[in-house]
């Protein structure tokens, strides 16, 4: 059985438990990180010497990153469903987690951690003010792409909707003003019926 370390409202752990229950696979999910603690244990390093969640283990392979890890369960477990084969349509897929990781993550996080989780330095409403501009200005660009095909990358749900749809939740059920993105908002919907999605997306957030 798969096994997924990391707890659940991590945003990068949220990724590869949607993933793994879109892959139809069953896991053991273990609680480390944030109020869990456990991250520096040398049992952990050894998994992750980064000291960082999520770390998937499927048997006697390890792996750290979540982007690569949805990408490892896709081609694994759902090659049919989740996968692109093809390069340029895989590129086009793999161009939006890159997005989530060095753009929309980084802009939200502040926001996050300033309304929601209430952390030293992020509560000032200048940085707040100023993470809610840079995840507008991302947001503006999610919602032009979405604003003629039903998923990130065209017709079919893929791995590039769970990334982003992990920071898509976050965003919208964040306590702050939002300026009103139709497109978003139905893609949004549309994702957060399917059952795996519902099991990794925990409300509200924390
Ligand atoms: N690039 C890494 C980032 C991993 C990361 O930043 N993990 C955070 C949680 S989202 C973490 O381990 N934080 C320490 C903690 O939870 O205690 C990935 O995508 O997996």
Known sequence: MLKIWGRLSSINVQKVVWAAGEAGQVFERVDVGGPFGGLDAPEFRALNPNGQIPVLEDGAFRLWESNSIVRYLAARYAAAD?????????????????????????????????????????TDPKVITEGV???????????????????????????????????????LNMPVERIARPHVQRWYETLFARPAAKAALPLPIT
């Open 133 to 171: 501009k840079r995840t507008e200005a991302l947001m503006a660009i999610l919602d032009a792409q979405l604003s003629d095909r039903p998923f990130l990358t065209g017709e079919r749900f893929g791995v590039a909707d769970i990334a982003v749809g992990c920071g898509a939740h976050r965003w």
């Open 82 to 122: 989740l996968w692109e084969a093809d390069p340029a349509r895989r590129a086009d897929a793999e161009r939006w987690m890159d997005w989530m990781l060095s753009e929309l993550q980084p802009a939200t996080a502040p926001v996050l951690w300033g309304t929601v989780r209430k952390v030293a330095g992020y």
